[in-house]
């Protein structure tokens, strides 16, 4: 019975041991996909400004081209 129990208490022992390292495991991963997912947030916003930017652009360069035709349809009429 002693031999069943030490064998016993030995493999609990091992298996202890075993998810010890794979939440260690799973701890790291957990780190490297939070350090991931704040560069994620970071190139968003950063997107995010570009895109806004690009937009502040387009919407000029329609202005723009809207006065153009504004102005050389009015000399046309003249």
Do not use: C, P
Not at 34 to 53: G, V
């Amino acid at each position: 019975m002693t031999d069943r129990l030490e064998k016993l208490m030995a493999s609990l022992i091992e298996s202890g041991k075993e998810t010890d390292r794979r939440l260690q495991e799973t701890d790291r991963i957990v780190q490297e996909n939070a350090l991931q997912l704040e560069k994620t947030r970071q190139q968003m916003a950063e997107t995010d400004k570009k895109l806004k930017a690009l937009g502040i652009q387009v919407g000029g360069i329609d202005e723009n081209q809207g006065h153009h035709a504004e102005q050389y349809f009015q000399n046309a009429f003249e």
